[in-house]
């Protein structure tokens, strides 16, 4: 029913900056929230960050907090992950995903896209 895809991700020196885009498609009235999680290699898909398609509440982990920022486009049904001050621990692939629900847990959004990579160099 929801399409979405990821897109932005590269390699990047430790430090920098990459924005990450995602975009959303079929029948997307019926998502409230919109997140990001990532996922490096033998590691579990971890929380990210998230945001509500209304009211643009959001919420992040400690992690990445003051460093990675979300935000929408209504208009476009578009999601943004701009990630500053890169770190080779932010290596992840990194996902989208919608759910009608707001909650931290992958298990809990319905819809993902396909992922974007993104990689940090030292």
């Known amino acids: 029913q929801v399409q979405l895809v990821e897109s932005g991700g590269g390699l990047v020196q430790a430090g920098g900056s990459l924005r990450l885009s995602c975009a959303a498609s079929g029948r997307t009235f019926n998502t409230y929230v919109m997140a990001w999680f990532r996922q490096a290699p033998g590691k579990e898909r971890e929380f990210v960050a998230r945001?509500?398609?209304?009211?643009?509440?959001?919420a992040y982990a400690d992690s990445v907090k003051g460093r990675f920022t979300i935000s929408r486009d209504n208009a476009n049904n578009t999601v943004y992950l701009q990630m500053n001050s890169l770190q080779p621990e932010d290596t992840a692939v990194y996902y989208c995903?919608?759910?009608?629900?707001?909650?931290?847990?992958?298990?809990?959004?319905?819809?993902w896209g396909q992922g974007t990579q993104v990689t940090v160099s030292s």
């Open positions: 945001i509500t398609w209304r009211g643009g509440n959001t």
């Open positions: 995903a919608a759910d009608s629900r707001l909650g931290y847990s992958p298990q809990q959004y319905d819809y």
